[in-house]
């Protein structure tokens, strides 16, 4: 017999659509304030650029993504490894254009040659993002910043967690 009650997923309105850019917004303004610290993920404790991404998933009742494998301050560069972009490209939804839209997880590229090591979230004239030696902040989108985010990122559709909207 083929039930005709929608899947559990599909009963409740947040795990219909993805998050609004107020509710991304706001979620990743909580965290300003938190001092930086490399690999540390935790709202008002510590956290870096990695961090504040993977706290305001949380933070918007995503499952919890895969572990973070340990990485150094320079991580990649002796490989080429594009961690930061391959990680957003697997949880994320990018951009076709390449071209932020408020709320979305834009990645930069800080030297021309070098690797794409430092990701924010998109306010508009504004970026939410962690770094040393201040934390997370809130900063102007200059043409400085501009020139330099190499990719955007929406947020996908919710999934339940575990036990959630059984």
Known sequence: MVSSEAPPQYRDHRYCTPPTPGEVLAAARRWIGT????????????????????????????????????????WGDATGNEGVLAAAGAHLVARPTGTPEPGDVVVLRWRAAGLAKHAGIFAGNTFIHAFEPHG??????????????VAA??????????????
């Open 35 to 74: 001092p930086y610290h490399h690999q540390a993920s935790a709202r008002g404790v510590a956290c870096d650029c990695v961090g504040l991404i993977r706290g305001v998933w949380r933070d918007l009742g995503y499952a919890p993504a895969t572990p973070m494998p340990a990485y150094s301050r320079d």
């Open 136 to 149: 997370v902040v809130e900063a102007s989108v200059d043409s400085f910043v501009a020139k330099r985010i």
């Open 153 to 166: 990122f929406a947020w996908p559709t919710r999934a339940p967690t575990e036990g959630e909207a059984a």
